[in-house]
């Protein structure tokens, strides 16, 4: 074995060969393969892809019909000392309600073996760490929405673990919020961390991360950058949005190039919208061309570049 696939095995954190899950006649998985580096990998697909039963299947919740499943290359079933390296924020609440915010997590803390003094000193600087500190001394059912998925946030990090799986995090919390939790993941990713973030919010994952899964009714579609897999589906043009006042002048000089397929005139923002089949020529010559025609542009983006797209051309 060379040395780049040893030191590629060896950062191998979450390894999943040829899963399947059913349901009864229901496909929860079928037959998926990946292998997780360390990281945010963000898991995108709508509601009932696959999301959830992926995550159960990785924290060794449930067992899979088919297939393999390790974390730091030991089995995941059964396998006890795994569970104190993960740390799982399911998608549904399931509190104890009366208990406070503090006690809650507390709990949990003490069901990982830590005495009485390091699980206070735990649960106070994960709740810190979510902004739950002030409120933590109240009962769970007086809390929002977004105070609830912080404190499923606090009680998966409150052990300190290797790994984070977080099934829609974000859902419900307010922008604020959002914005608060999306830089703590991103703290816990410079920290060394491993992450996996489910959504089916576009928006969400992009922020986040770049580095993505999609999976659709129970089938991985593609993993990668958003960029590279983007690229890979060459059957679809790229549709780049040049924002100008000079439509006529760089859209004329522009359409007599061979690898532009068509131009149409734009309104909101002003300009021209290139279809291309060879995005990497039209970027090496734009510069060119735009500094001969003496045209200004004031924007210039890819429409296609973002997870929306990407999705519709997958599950076309």
């Not at 898991?43 to 959830?52: C, F, H, M």
């Not at 396998?79 to 309600?97: A, K, Q, V």
């Not at 790994?163 to 993941?185: H, Q, S, Y």
């Not at 000089?253 to 290139?274: F, N, T």
Request: aromatic residues 8%; neutral net charge.
């Amino acid at each position: 074995m060379n040395k780049l696939k040893e030191n590629a095995i060896a950062r191998e954190i979450i390894s999943i060969s040829r899963v399947s899950k059913w349901y009864g006649q229901v496909i929860g998985l079928n037959d998926v393969t990946l292998n997780l580096q360390p990281g945010i990998t963000g898991l995108l697909g709508p509601n009932g892809a696959g999301k959830s039963t992926m995550f159960k299947i990785i924290t060794g919740q449930i067992k899979p019909g088919l297939g393999r499943v390790s974390v730091f290359n030991e089995p995941v079933w059964n396998n006890y000392s795994l569970w104190h390296r993960m740390g799982y924020c399911p998608e549904f609440d399931n509190f104890w309600s009366d208990l406070t915010g503090f006690k809650f997590v507390n709990f949990l803390a003490k069901l990982q073996g830590m005495p009485p003094a390091e699980a206070r000193t735990k649960t106070e600087d994960a709740l810190k760490l979510v902004d739950l500190i002030d409120v933590s001394m109240r009962k769970i059912k007086g809390y929002s929405k977004g105070m609830r998925q912080r404190l499923k946030v606090a009680q998966a990090l409150v052990h300190d673990p290797d790994i984070l799986i977080l099934d829609e995090p974000l859902t419900g919390t307010d922008p604020i919020v959002k914005f608060a939790l999306i830089e703590l993941f991103q703290k816990l990713e410079a920290e060394g961390k491993t992450l996996v973030i489910s959504s089916h919010v576009l928006e969400e994952v992009e922020r986040i991360t770049d580095n993505i899964l999609l999976i659709n009714k129970g089938r991985l579609l593609a993993e990668g950058k958003i960029a590279e897999i983007r690229n890979l589906i060459d059957k679809y043009p790229h549709n780049i949005l040049i924002a100008t006042a000079d439509v006529k002048t760089l859209a004329k000089r522009l359409i007599r190039e061979d690898y532009v397929l068509s131009i149409s005139k734009q309104e909101h923002p002003k300009g021209i919208m290139v279809q291309t089949h060879q995005p990497e020529n039209f970027y090496s010559e734009i510069a060119k061309i735009i500094t001969e025609e003496g045209a200004e542009i004031s924007q210039m983006t890819s429409t296609d570049d973002n997870l929306d797209a990407v999705f519709r051309y997958l599950v076309d």
